[in-house]
Nanobody, 114 residues
Framework: QVQLVEFGGGLVQPGGSRRLSCSAS????????MGWYRQAPGTQRELVAV??????NYADSVKGRFTISRDNIKNTIDLHMSTLKPEDTAVYYC?????????WGKGTLVTVSS
C-alpha cells in the first residue's frame, strides 16, 4: 500500500502563487504516471498536470501558470501555481500510478479569494 500526502493548501489572493507538495511512501522513479488533479464543488475531478510516459501534460486552463516538478530522491512531486484565479479554487489531489496499483492522496484545499 502506498501513501500519498499533500501539503501546501490554503487561502491565496487572486494573482498570487502557491506551491503544493505531494510526498510518496514509495519510490517514484519507477512510476507509470504521477500528477495532480483537482475537484471544485459540484464538478468532476479533472487533470491539472501529470508526468506520463516521459512527457508532461497540463490542462489548458493552467498552461503557462502552473508547473509540475518531481524529486526522485525525496519521492516528492510539486505543483507550482502562479497567477491564481478564483476558478482555481478546488481540492487538489495527488495521484500516483505504479505497476501494482493506482493511489490517491486525501487532497488539500486551495481557495483563491480576496
Amino acid at each position: 500500500q502506498v501513501q500519498l500526502v499533500e501539503f501546501g493548501g490554503g487561502l491565496v489572493q487572486p494573482g498570487g502563487s502557491r506551491r503544493l507538495s505531494c510526498s510518496a511512501s514509495a519510490t517514484i522513479s519507477s512510476l507509470n504516471a504521477m500528477g495532480w488533479y483537482r475537484q471544485a464543488p459540484g464538478t468532476q475531478r479533472e487533470l491539472v498536470a501529470v508526468f506520463r510516459s516521459g512527457a508532461t501534460n497540463y490542462a489548458d486552463s493552467v498552461k503557462g501558470r502552473f508547473t509540475i516538478s518531481r524529486d526522485n530522491i525525496k519521492n516528492t512531486i510539486d505543483l507550482h501555481m502562479s497567477t491564481l484565479k478564483p476558478e482555481d479554487t478546488a481540492v487538489y489531489y495527488c495521484n500516483g500510478r505504479w505497476a501494482w496499483g493506482d493511489y490517491w492522496g486525501k487532497g488539500t484545499l486551495v481557495t483563491v479569494s480576496s
